[in-house]
């Protein structure tokens, strides 16, 4: 026999009643009464209900002092976490970045390999860590160009912002120009190696905490490939609803995510690394002595930030800087006009349509507005600083399913059909008698009253 405990009336006193235990998920405690409607009198006249509960009339309800107890330690966990995260923001964005950039890569090592650790370490290694040292090295040459600017804009408020660079500013006079290392290639001696230690050490608690950062970074986005998918299936089966709406607004995010980071992000670092290559080699091997290239660079960088916008941004880039070429060689030598022709040529197919044709197929696909994206990606860093860049895409995205998905479905009751259901949950409708079981042997098809099978006339 099924039985249900209730302890009832002052403080010592318990009666047991007998009936069915209700699922786990039904049970309640409360302070002046059960939490579910009544089953119907009982024989003695007095209500019973399906549930657990707890009562005490002459004193303090200890259950639900623990409750409010744990709610309570639940909320103090929950804000020294976030407290911890916000510290830390970028480097998680950062890390998230990396494991959204590096998730089809890692899909492709797995299923050739078939172990989740040495897909997840290759990928990180193979493609995030050379992807931050490059892209670092670029930005610190790229501040450097930044600095030699304003030095020669004279007079000018300049100077001003970039203060706001900081120590990055400080640190990018130990970078070499790579043009300066190929025109010179005699400076690649032990006395520059010396030189450039000895600037290193000067600034050894910056590189400490910028490698401590990249590491967490890396490690993050590491055990979100590793183990990432095992996170998401255990965070939808505890919160998961029958609606459904929870499932597929992460799904929703999840893809947006990777076409956000994988795609538009990873194009623009790509093709910011091409144009900043394909400007300086343009300029030590193709331009003549009396012309040069301007802060190649600066302007790679500039390059791959336009290409968010597509067909029209990277030419926002090349065309007034071959034009500042044309007018700078009709200046001085009117027979030198041929070599902005010819860097038009090569800007045009090694850095527009060899990222356009090449990388953006291959990292992007169908997203958001891209108005919207763009000025996501402008108010982001103008709010938030350098992670900016991957925080409002973020707050983008969830902000615009949380309207597309949640808001009706709280609206209008809307319903989404779950990608997985426990079967404990599911309710199988019974069918006609009459009808049943089906005639499958004439036609092979399921029949149309199968409860199994969705009719497409319903939606």
Do not use: C
């Amino acid at each position: 026999m099924k039985r249900s405990l209730a302890v009832s009336g002052s403080r010592g006193s318990t009666g047991i009643r007998t009936g069915s235990v209700p699922p786990r998920s039904d049970r309640s405690w409360g302070v002046s009464g059960p939490h579910r409607r009544s089953s119907g009198p009982s024989s003695d006249g007095r209500d019973t209900h399906d549930t657990f509960f707890i009562r005490h009339t002459g004193g303090t309800n200890m259950v639900s002092r623990s409750r409010l107890a744990w709610l309570l330690t639940g909320v103090v966990l929950s804000v020294a976490v976030m407290y911890v995260v916000w510290s830390y923001i970028g480097t998680f964005v950062f890390g998230l970045f990396f494991y959204y950039a590096t998730r089809p890569v890692y899909d492709r090592v797995n299923r050739r390999v078939n172990n989740r650790i040495l897909a997840a370490s290759s990928s990180m290694l193979l493609m995030a860590l050379p992807m931050v040292l490059l892209f670092g090295y670029v930005l610190l040459v790229a501040v450097q160009q930044l600095s030699a600017l304003s030095e020669s804009l004279e007079g000018s408020d300049f100077e001003g912002y970039l203060d706001l660079l900081g120590p990055y500013r400080d640190v990018s006079e130990i970078t070499q120009n790579p043009q300066q290392l190929l025109e010179n290639p005699e400076m690649l001696d032990v006395e520059l190696a010396r030189t450039i230690l000895d600037q290193a050490l000067n600034y050894l608690g910056f590189f400490i905490n910028v490698g401590l950062h990249t590491f967490v970074m890396i490690l993050i986005g590491y055990y979100l490939l590793k183990d990432g998918r095992q996170l998401s299936r255990w965070f939808q089966g505890k919160f998961a609803d029958d609606s459904g709406v929870l499932d597929e607004f992460v799904r929703q995010v999840d893809a947006d995510f990777e076409r956000i980071f994988f795609g538009n992000i990873l194009n623009a670092i790509l093709t910011a690394i091409v144009g900043g290559v394909v400007f300086t080699v343009v300029d030590v091997f193709v331009a003549p002595p009396e012309l040069s290239v301007p802060f190649s660079i600066l302007m790679g960088l500039l390059a791959g930030a336009a290409s968010l916008l597509p067909l029209v941004g990277l030419k926002l880039v090349y065309l007034p800087l071959t034009g500042w070429l044309a007018v700078d060689a009709f200046r001085t030598d009117p027979t030198l006009l041929w070599f902005p022709v010819v860097f038009l040529a090569i800007a045009f197919v090694f850095v527009d349509l060899g990222p356009e044709f090449v990388i953006r197929p291959y990292v992007s696909g169908r997203g958001l507005h891209i108005g919207a994206v763009i000025l996501a990606y402008t108010f982001g860093p103008l709010l938030w600083g350098w992670y900016g860049l991957f925080l409002g895409p973020m707050i983008l995205i969830l902000a615009y399913h949380f309207g597309r998905i949640v808001v009706p479905a709280i609206l209008s009751e809307r319903t989404y059909a779950p990608f997985s259901v426990d079967p404990t949950y599911m309710t199988v409708v019974d069918p006609p008698t009459e009808a049943w079981p089906p005639d499958e042997a004439a036609t092979g098809d399921p029949s149309p009253e199968d409860p199994f099978v969705e009719d497409a006339s319903e939606d």
